[in-house]
C-alpha cells in the first residue's frame, strides 16, 4: 500500500511544496520511504528521496525554495521489492523519448513475467520493485510518442495500479482498469491535482472534481483535462474492500462512499449480527477501530468509552525491536486505563485479526487491568487468505483465521467470545455492488482471466 499525489500548474507557479503537504496528508499509506520528482525547463528531471516518514526522507524548506511547475510525490509502504533508497519512488529516467518519473500504488500480479522477458532482452532494472517494468515496457517502444507508448504499456499489466506520472511536460494519472486502488482528481485557482485520497486534496486547499474511472488516464498538461482509455475489457471492478475497513483515512471519499460513514456503519451491522448482552460498554482500538466502536455503540445502546489510549509519538523508526520491547509488546503504543475496566464487561471493536498476536496482547493486556470479561468483535470478515493487489498481508500459513476455526481462535487470543461480520453485511456497509468489491482477503475471490504471469507481449 502506498500514496500517491501530483499537481500541475499551466501558468508555472511552483507546486513541490503543494506535492510534500500532499504527501504529508497520505503518510498513513507508507512510511518507509517518501520522494518528489519534478522536471525543470530544460527537460531534466529531478529527484528528492530519502528513507523514512515524509518530515525526515524530504526538506520542505529545500523544495519550497525550487521552483516547479509540475511534480509528483510518493510514499512507499512496501509489498514488492525491500525497503531500500533504491527502490524509494517515484523511479525516474530519461528514455529515448524523453524524462519520465513514475509513482505508483498497487501491485503487478505479472510483472515477474513482464521482467524476465524484458531481461532476455538486454533490459538492466536499477530496482526491485515492479513499477520499473513499466518504465523498461516504454523503453522497448521508442518508435511511438510517449503517451501512446505508455498506454500501450498500461494494457499489458495485470493487477492494481494507481499512478501519477511525469511524462514530459504534462502530468498524468492512471487507474488500472478493475480499479482497485483509489485515484482522485482536485483543483486549487489554476492548479490541477491527482491524488490517492481526497485527504491530501483538503490539505492544499483544493476542491474534489471526481473519481479517476476505472481504465482511465487522464492527462493534465497546458490546454487542459482529457481522459484516455486503456484497451482493456474486463467483465467486473474489484475496488479494495480493506481501503473502507482499514487504510484509507476516515475523512476521505472513495468512490463516492465516506469512509467515515462505512466505518461507523460496519460497526452497527456488528452489533446487530453479534451482540454482547451482558458487556458494561463497547470500546474500539485507536485508531482503526474507534469508529466501528462508535457505530456498534449507538446500535447496541451500550455506552461508548475511550478505554485504551494510544501513544501518537512512537513511530516504526524510533523504538528498537529489543528483547525488553518484544515482552512489554503493544504497551509501547496502547495503554488500557484500568479504572474504567476494572471488575467491568467491555466489547472491544478492531478493524481484523491478521496473525493474532496482537489481539492475544490486548485481551491479555485488558485482563491484567481487571477487566471481568472482554468480548472481541471484529468489523470485517476472517482474513483468510493473501492479498496480491498491494496489502503485504502474511502468506496462509501465517493467517490465523486460516489456520484456525472460530473456537481455536477465541481461544488463541485468549478472548470470552470473538465474533467477525459476514461478508454480505461488509458488502452492504459498504454500499456498492458485490461485483464492484475485491473482498479477496476474506473470501478468496481473486481476479480471474488470462495468465496472471503472463507477458501479453
Not at 503518510?27 to 522536471?39: D, F, L, M, P, V
Request: charged share 20%; with cysteine.
Amino acid at each position: 500500500m502506498c500514496g500517491v499525489f501530483g499537481a500541475f500548474s499551466p501558468s508555472g507557479s511552483s507546486v513541490l511544496e503543494d506535492v510534500y503537504l500532499g504527501l504529508y496528508a497520505l503518510q498513513h499509506r507508507g512510511q518507509e520511504s517518501a520522494g518528489i520528482s519534478w522536471i525543470n525547463g530544460e527537460e531534466n528531471i529531478h529527484s528528492l528521496k530519502g528513507m523514512g516518514l515524509v518530515h525526515i526522507a524530504l526538506d520542505q524548506k529545500k523544495l519550497a525554495s525550487i521552483h516547479a511547475g509540475c511534480a509528483i510525490g510518493h510514499v512507499r509502504y512496501s509489498t514488492t521489492g525491500e525497503s531500500l533508497l533504491a527502490n524509494a519512488q517515484p523511479l525516474a529516467a530519461k528514455y529515448a523519448r524523453g524524462p519520465i518519473a513514475i509513482a505508483h500504488n498497487g501491485n503487478l500480479t505479472n510483472s515477474d513475467g513482464i521482467r524476465r522477458y524484458l531481461e532476455n532482452r538486454g533490459a538492466i532494472f536499477q530496482s526491485t520493485t515492479d513499477t520499473e517494468v513499466i518504465i523498461h515496457l516504454m523503453a522497448h517502444q521508442s518508435h511511438k510518442p510517449p503517451l501512446d507508448a505508455l498506454v500501450d504499456s498500461l494494457r499489458r499489466l495485470r493487477g492494481a495500479y494507481s499512478l501519477s506520472v511525469l511524462l514530459g511536460n504534462r502530468l498524468i494519472g492512471a487507474r488500472d482498469p478493475w480499479g482497485f486502488r483509489p485515484l482522485v482528481l482536485g483543483k486549487r485557482e489554476d492548479v490541477t491535482y491527482i491524488a490517492s485520497e481526497t485527504c491530501a486534496l483538503d490539505i492544499v486547499g483544493a476542491e474534489f472534481i471526481r473519481d479517476v474511472e476505472p481504465g482511465e488516464i487522464v492527462v493534465i498538461d497546458s490546454t487542459g483535462i482529457k481522459s484516455v482509455r486503456i484497451p482493456v475489457r474486463t467483465t467486473r471492478h474489484f475496488a479494495c474492500s480493506f481501503e473502507y475497513v482499514y487504510f484509507a483515512r476516515p475523512d476521505s471519499v472513495i468512490d463516492g462512499r465516506s469512509v467515515y460513514k462505512v466505518r461507523k456503519a460496519l460497526g452497527e451491522k456488528l452489533a446487530a449480527s453479534a451482540p454482547a448482552p451482558s458487556a458494561d460498554f463497547v470500546t474500539g482500538m485507536p485508531d482503526s477501530g474507534t469508529l466501528a466502536a462508535l457505530g456498534y455503540s449507538e446500535a447496541s445502546g451500550k455506552p461508548f468509552e475511550i478505554a485504551v489510549v494510544r501513544n501518537r509519538y512512537v513511530g516504526r523508526t524510533f523504538i528498537q525491536p529489543t528483547d525488553l520491547v518484544r515482552n512489554l509488546g503493544v504497551r509501547i503504543k496502547l495503554n488500557p486505563i484500568r479504572e474504567l475496566l476494572k471488575e467491568r464487561e467491555v466489547v472491544v471493536v478492531d478493524d481484523s485479526i491478521v496473525r493474532g498476536t496482537t489481539a492475544r496482547r490486548i485481551v491479555n493486556m485488558m485482563r491484567e487491568s481487571g477487566a471481568s470479561a472482554v468480548h472481541l468483535r471484529i468489523a470485517s470478515p476472517p482474513v483468510r487468505f493473501p492479498c496480491y493487489y498491494g496489502i503485504d498481508t502474511p502468506t496462509c500459513e501465517e493467517l490465523a483465521a486460516a489456520q484456525l476455526d472460530l473456537p481455536s481462535l477465541e481461544r488463541m487470543v485468549g478472548a470470552d467470545s470473538l465474533r467477525y461480520m459476514s461478508a454480505e453485511d461488509l458488502v452492504a456497509a459498504i454500499g456498492k455492488p458485490r461485483c464492484e468489491l475485491c473482498t479477496a482477503c476474506f473470501t478468496g475471490d481473486y481476479l480471474q482471466g488470462g495468465d496472471e504471469d503472463g507477458t501479453d507481449l
